[in-house]
Nanobody, 121 residues
Framework: QVQLVESGGGLVQAGGSLSLSCLASGLSFSSYNMGWFRQAPGKEREFVIGITRSSGLPVYAGSVKGRFTISRENAKNTVSLQMNSLKPEDTAVYYC??????????????WGQGTQVTVSS
């Protein structure tokens, strides 16, 4: 059974930083592209950032480039998201996703349950 468990969400002031982690189990982690999506109230879920399975290269959505970074540690089955210079519009539930072939908006073989990030102005 595949599980993706996110942690690290919370409340932060605008301009602050927050780090999220996703622990994966039940899958061959190094064989999966990993990514983060977010869904704000009243909006559709959107791709935020991803990291490739083989080379570990990042793939960004335009709105977060330069502010968010992603990393993975295959030995620990973990992918992390470092969010800096947070803005109120970054407020959303953040989801971890895994995909054996796709990366970007179409990825999503498996999903975590999400963690809330709230950025106050």
């Amino acid at each position: 059974q595949v599980q993706l468990v996110e942690s690290g969400g919370g409340l932060v002031q605008a301009g602050g930083s927050l780090s999220l982690s996703c622990l994966a189990s039940g899958l061959s982690f190094s064989s999966y592209n990993m990514g983060w999506f977010r869904q704000a109230p009243g909006k559709e879920r959107e791709f935020v950032i991803g990291i490739t399975r083989s080379s570990g290269l990042p793939v960004y959505a335009g709105s977060v480039k330069g502010r968010f970074t992603i990393s993975r540690e295959n030995a620990k089955n973990t992918v992390s998201l470092q969010m800096n210079s947070l803005k109120p519009e970054d407020t959303a539930v953040y989801y971890c996703a895994a995909d054996s072939s796709s990366i970007g908006a179409k990825m999503g073989d498996y999903w975590g349950q999400g963690t809330q990030v709230t950025v106050s102005s």
